[in-house]
């Protein structure tokens, strides 16, 4: 993928959440909503800086577990990647089923269960046959809709807030209907949901021409861009609707705000629902992804059974674990479709697994600094305070803590308001760790320390499959600095002419 191709990957993704949040955050922040949205998009941006630095330095498949392994070790890496997984199903689950709530806003009487799940369960299927065939074929798709979405969107807030927009209804229902601090609390928990995904661009930046000058650009681009997005939805729709009809219509919260523009609602909503719903459906997708090549890489560093380390014969694909884990996204609709609401039900559980794997992702992040200082970082998260340790020089990313507290904060808040996520987050967890612990057992590998892995030799590995050439010559000199500064050290200083190959 260039780099329309990796910026539409994770736009599908993160763009898309605003589609599905919006309407969960209002029926819980109502009037407080925007205030919501603004506080986890601050902590959203310190976790897309940290991805950004870490998808630059290490563009491989495996995305936050691979930097939580490199930086925490086995089982914390484990830990990460078993909590994205949870997250990733919760993508295809939710998304699914908010792409059949968009198509359905031409049908009403479809709104409902369980014409809804079956619906998603379609959307799920298509899905499944879609990325067997490769990333090729997905990519394609994503960045056909999300083109015309961003368009789209733009249209709705400029003709939204020039000819619709009210202030003073954004502050009457700001003054009015401010909820308990509970629900407010709990608004923010789900307000996170517009920001996940992330972790798409650092999955396919191992299938992305030069990573390290792409990653780059099209992360702190989609920041920016979902961040104007999500704040400026939050804000158009209290100044143009009151809060309970947006919290009535969950199902298709962008739409009925769009019908609701004059000139152009007419049009607008049902248009938007059709863009809503592929765009929506085209995060499913990138959920798809996402679960395919981190299973795919945890099998390959010995986290999970080889079993799922498996390609297709012909698409050289991960069928086997595109298959198990989109059937367990097919089962979380069925079980969510039980439930009196399931939009809110998979809410519950969308924000455990990502914080939980942001908080340790954010963690590794400081940790490489100290533990890898030698690998080239084409972008480095801003605010650097240096210090020295063993005699070298190391940058401590003063954001990377910032977002840190803010990432636990909002894991507190999950944990505190989702009755739902902190119960089947937990059990999702232990049901992880029985896994991992009985095929480590099984496979004679350490349960709880590391299997040894050559760290230096996986880098220059990444870098020139990655065709980083510049960035490869740059880590061997650090490299070569390095090993003539330990023999400096120990008295046996290498001769004149003499080098270290890699």
């Known amino acids: ?17 605003v589609y599905v949040a919006l309407g969960l955050v209002v029926a819980a922040a109502q009037g407080a909503a925007p205030l919501a949205f603004a506080i ?28 939580t392994l490199r930086g925490l070790g086995d089982l914390l890496g484990f830990t990460a990647g078993w909590a994205l997984l949870l997250d990733f199903t919760i993508d295809v689950s939710l998304f ?19 014409w809804l799940a079956m619906e998603g369960i379609v959307g799920i299927i298509f899905l499944i046959f879609l990325n ?34 009210d202030p003073a209804l954004l502050q009457h229902q700001f003054l009015t209907s401010f909820p308990s601090t509970h629900q407010f609390l709990y608004g923010a928990s789900i307000a996170i949901i517009s920001f996940v995904g992330l972790e798409s661009i650092s999955q396919a930046a191992e299938e992305t021409i030069s990573p390290a000058t792409i990653v780059p650009r099209t992360s702190l681009a989609l920041i920016f861009t979902v ?10 729709g209290l100044g143009l609707l009151p809060w309970q009809v947006i919290a009535a219509n969950q199902g298709d919260p962008i739409a009925v705000l769009a019908h609701h523009i004059p000139f152009i609602g007419f049009i607008a909503g049902p248009f938007t629902a059709i863009l809503a719903a592929t765009l929506v459906f085209a995060s499913a997708n990138t959920g798809v992804m996402g679960y395919s090549r981190i299973t795919w890489s945890m099998s390959h560093f010995r986290l999970l ?6 390609v297709h014969p012909r698409y050289q694909t991960p069928h086997r674990t595109i298959i198990v884990f989109s059937a367990l996204a097919i089962l979380e609709v ?24 942001y908080v340790l992702v954010l963690i590794s992040l400081i940790k490489l600094r100290f533990a890898d200082p030698y690998s080239p970082r084409p972008y480095k998260v801003p605010f650097n305070l240096t210090v020295t340790t063993h005699g070298r020089k190391v940058e401590v990313p003063i954001f990377a803590f910032i977002g840190l507290a803010g990432n636990i904060f909002i894991w507190v808040l999950v944990v505190w308001t989702h009755a739902i996520g902190r119960i089947a987050g ?23 320390g590391n299997v040894d892995r050559d760290w230096e030799g996986e880098q220059i590995r990444v870098l020139s499959e990655a065709g980083e050439d510049e960035l490869l010559e740059q880590y061997r000199s650090a490299l070569r600095r390095r090993d003539r500064m330990l023999r400096r050290a120990e008295g046996k200083d290498l001769l004149d002419g003499e080098s270290i190959s890699y």
């Open 40 to 67: 986890t998009g601050l902590v959203y941006m310190f976790i897309g800086l940290a991805y950004t630095e870490l998808a630059a330095t290490y563009p491989v498949a495996g995305g936050g577990h691979y930097y």
């Open 1 to 17: 993928m260039g780099i329309w191709g990796s910026y539409t990957w994770g736009y599908a993704d993160v763009g898309a959440d």
């Open 334 to 357: 069925i079980l969510a479709s039980l439930s009196a609401n399931a939009y809110d039900t998979l809410g519950n559980l969308y924000a455990f697994g990502a914080v939980t794997g």
């Open 305 to 310: 059974p080889r079993w799922f380390y498996a």
């Open 227 to 236: 961040l104007i997005y999500a704040l400026s939805f939050s804000v158009l």
């Open 426 to 448: 937990p059990a999702w967890l232990v049901l992880g760790y029985v896994i991992y612990f009985v095929f480590r057992s099984k496979a004679s590998l350490p349960l709880l």
């Open 132 to 165: 067997i065939r490769g990333i090729r074929e997905s990519s394609r798709m994503n960045e056909i809709f999300c083109a015309v979405d961003m368009l789209n969107e733009s249209l709705i807030i400029l003709f939204g807030f020039f000819f619709a927009w």
């Open 96 to 114: 699914s089923l908010s792409s059949a709530g968009y198509l359905n806003f031409f049908f009403p009487k479809l709104q409902h269960q369980p």
